[in-house]
């Protein structure tokens, strides 16, 4: 009998939540063989990385897995025998009872965020609360042996290297989203907060000897974008040049689509925690636009997942990466940390692929997830 696994995803804003708990249900449908309910309470979200999603359906099959809308009166479902409760979210009293009303109680287990703090090993696995003898668990992804891992499907990393190898298949990837970058140029994508310290760094690359194809994919970061360029409005598909920049607009494009394009570009820009993972397993130089939180705690975590990635780096390539990431997530002056980057970049492109390889030796998360409820039961 295959395990039945139920998550639920509330999404608390933008596409993070939806995006880690879509790629886990798919990963623990196709390589692991369970069955997958997927509880999701906004179905917008859903669609945009996943345009297949009828917004009109309670209940779908999407990849093998069950895609349910999560509704605000709880259609008294048996609980399934691993429960997910994604990103700390409260799960229905009901399905609670539900849960302690089994014969044998399921494996509930609270999916934290990714940090890279040095507390999360020693938490990651831990007993939480408990409801009606439900134990609930601690299960944290990380960078680290101690942590449950990254979310890499199978064959990730030599997909990509074969895809980055084939000049052919990524110019017609980028002809079909309308980008024809000119053969010098530095393809770069930025999928950011809105950030003051953009127009500092838009000015370093527009003055820069080498041309810069800026790739924007809608959202937030285009208010900058748009200012800086002096424009009333953007839309998708605008193609406007500046000296060495040229900046393209691109449409939130599916999520398989959006990780080829992180594969096609020299540099990527990216934000939140799905984006900033699979910037890395991109294994080229990247920016990382942390999410915001209050009492500026996620600078702490900046801090914490830099003196990972700049280990084993050279003082002076390891100095331009703290800089850059730290000006970008202060909205500091972007230029200066920028023009020191471009000096380290063979060392710092090099150092990309090798974390992406030490990253790939650890259990992925999906893994990590099916081996703990093995071990608990
Ligand atoms: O969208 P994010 O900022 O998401 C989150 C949420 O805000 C969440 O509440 C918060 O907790 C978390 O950040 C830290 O960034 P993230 O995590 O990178 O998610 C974006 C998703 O959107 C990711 O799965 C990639 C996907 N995507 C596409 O599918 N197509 C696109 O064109 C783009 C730009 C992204």
């Not at 030599?158 to 980055?164: M, T």
């Amino acid at each position: 009998m295959k395990a039945s696994w139920d998550i639920f995803c509330s999404v608390v804003d933008n596409y993070g939540d939806i995006g880690v708990t879509w790629r886990l249900a798919r990963q623990l449908v196709a390589e692991h063989g369970c069955a997958v309910r997927l509880w999701v309470d906004d179905l917008r979200a859903f669609e945009r990385i996943c345009p297949e999603i009828d917004m009109d359906k309670d209940r779908q099959q999407q990849d093998g897995v069950e895609v349910r809308h999560w509704p605000a009166q709880w259609p008294g479902e048996v609980a399934a025998d691993v429960v997910i409760a994604a990103f700390a979210c409260q799960l229905p009293h009901a399905y609670m009872e539900a849960m302690a009303d089994r014969e044998r109680t399921p494996l509930w287990l609270n999916l934290d965020y990714l940090s890279a703090e040095d507390w999360v090993g020693g938490c990651h696995g831990l007993p939480s609360v408990k409801f009606r003898g439900v134990q609930k668990y601690f299960f944290f992804p990380g960078f680290q042996a101690q942590t449950g891992g990254l979310l890499r499907e199978n064959g990730l990393l030599a997909r990509r290297r074969a895809f980055q190898a084939d000049l052919e298949a990524q110019a017609a990837f980028l002809r079909q989203l309308g980008v024809v970058p000119a053969s010098d140029a530095r393809l770069m994508s930025l999928f950011a907060y809105e950030n003051a310290g953009l127009a500092g760094w838009l000015d370093a690359l527009a003055a820069d000897r080498r041309p810069t194809h800026l790739l924007v994919p809608e959202g937030r970061i285009l208010g900058d974008v748009q200012r800086w360029l002096g424009v009333d409005s953007l839309a998708v598909g605008s193609v406007l040049a500046r000296q060495s920049l040229t900046l393209q607009v691109l449409p939130f494009i599916r999520q398989e689509d959006y990780d080829q394009l992180l594969w096609c570009c020299d540099f990527n820009a990216v934000r939140g925690e799905d984006s900033f993972v699979r910037a890395q397993w991109a294994g080229r130089p990247m920016l990382w636009h942390i999410y915001r939180q209050d009492e500026d705690i996620h600078l702490d975590k900046l801090e914490a997942f830099l003196a990972l990635y700049t280990r084993g780096l050279s003082a002076e390539a390891g100095a331009a990466v703290l800089a850059l990431w730290r000006a970008w997530n202060t909205e500091g002056q972007m230029a200066d940390p920028w023009e020191k980057l471009l000096r380290h970049w063979p060392e710092i492109a090099a150092h990309a692929e090798q974390w992406c390889l030490e990253q790939g030796l650890q259990a992925d998360l999906a893994a990590a997830l099916v081996q703990f409820y093995l071990n608990w039961i």
